[in-house]
């Protein structure tokens, strides 16, 4: 079972920058697949960024995040990162780290471990 604790969430002012932290502890193997996700109030959980291949690293993007925000992962330390800049009010939700996914990144039903989620919000 993977476990996910993420960090670094906040408030900012928009035009601002964040750096989200998702620590991960568990077998390797099941984190070849793993993504971001938000959920703003009365919204559906949606797909922000993915990256696969463990040692690959290949990312991948919703369109209203590509260019501002980076995903990233440090092997040595186990840890995947959302580096979030030009920030918008709309980009405002619980930002939740996911783990175990399969090839439908873009899913959340396709990932099966969750972290806590962290809140992100962007004042205008």
């Known amino acids: 079972q993977v476990q996910l604790v993420e960090s670094g969430g906040g408030l900012v002012q928009a035009g601002g920058s964040l750096r989200l932290s998702c620590a991960a502890s568990?077998?390797?193997?099941?984190?070849?697949?793993m993504g971001w996700f938000r959920q703003a109030p009365g919204k559906e959980r949606e797909f922000v960024a993915a990256?696969?291949?463990?040692?690959?690293?290949?990312?991948y993007y919703a369109d209203s995040v590509k260019g501002r925000f980076t995903i990233s992962r440090d092997d040595a330390k186990s840890t995947l990162y959302l580096q979030m800049d030009s920030l918008k009010p709309e980009d405002t939700a619980v930002y939740y780290c996911?783990?175990?996914?399969?090839?439908?990144?873009?899913?959340?039903?396709?990932?099966?471990?969750w972290g806590q989620g962290t809140q992100v919000t962007v004042s205008s």
């Open positions: 568990g077998p390797t193997f099941s984190r070849r697949v």
């Open positions: 990256i696969i291949d463990w040692n690959g690293g290949r990312t």
């Open positions: 996911a783990s175990e996914g399969t090839a439908s990144y873009y899913s959340p039903r396709s990932y099966d471990s």
